[in-house]
């Protein structure tokens, strides 16, 4: 069994949209949640990271955490073609290491 | 966040041949990790080093195939020894700071 799983999508928004992203988590000891965003050829950019349930939120991105649920979401508002991008979910199990799920690959259409 | 460089930006290295990534950061930190990403997969975590002792490598992951330097907290290499066309990938070193990692650009290889 995965330990993060992720949709691998394409998630298709048109712009100016909300865009929702799910991630669900295996291990109930995690303790911390990130979203990273990485564009094609580049290297993962940390958007959000989360460690307590309820929502945070972070100019259009909000994440959220149920930890009873082992989920994790990320949403964009007002979606924009530059957001277009795979979006990884890491887990941390209290040490440094990440375990990161496989990324959906979100598409805003203008 | 923390400043990460990484060289080289991109190689393309024959079949049993080695390469040495080195990676660069603008403060000192105390761990310093190196990732694997295949294509289309996500990334994995190959070992975590730690300056002053030895690297602690992930299941599937030896040290023979990829040892790893950390001489000080700004700076560390990982080798890929005796590639092979499985071997190509990107990989990536990242730092812990202010309980987030932070990843440097990447090193593309490709191994013919």
């Known amino acids: 069994q995965k330990e993060v799983e992720q949709n691998s999508g394409p998630l298709s928004v048109p712009e100016g949209a909300i865009a929702s992203l799910n991630c669900t988590y295996s291990?109930?000891?995690?303790?911390?949640f990130f979203w990273y965003r990485q564009y094609s050829g580049k290297s993962p950019e940390l958007i959000m990271s989360?460690?307590?349930?309820g929502d945070k939120e972070d100019g259009r991105f909000t994440a959220q955490l149920n930890k009873a649920s082992q989920y994790v979401s990320l949403l964009i508002r007002d979606s924009q073609p530059s957001d277009s991008a795979t979006y990884l979910c890491a887990v941390s199990l209290g040490t440094d290491k990440l375990i990161f799920g496989t990324g959906t690959r979100l598409q805003v259409f203008p | 966040s923390a400043v990460i460089s990484q060289k080289p930006s991109r190689d393309i290295c024959q079949r049993g041949t080695s390469l040495t990534i080195q990676c660069q950061v603008d403060s000192q930190v105390t761990m310093m990790f190196w990732y694997r990403q295949q294509p289309g997969q996500s990334l994995t975590l190959i070992a975590t080093a730690n300056q002053g002792s030895e690297a602690t490598y992930e299941s599937g992951f030896v040290i023979d195939k990829f040892p790893i330097s950390r001489p000080n907290l700004t700076f560390s290499t990982l080798t890929v020894s005796n590639m092979s066309p499985e071997d190509s990938s990107i990989y990536l070193c990242?730092?812990?700071?202010?309980?987030?990692?932070?990843f440097g650009p990447g090193t593309r290889l490709t191994v013919t």
């Open positions: 291990d109930r000891v995690s303790q911390s």
């Open positions: 990242s730092v812990d700071s202010l309980n987030s990692q932070y």
């Open positions: 989360i460690y307590s349930n």
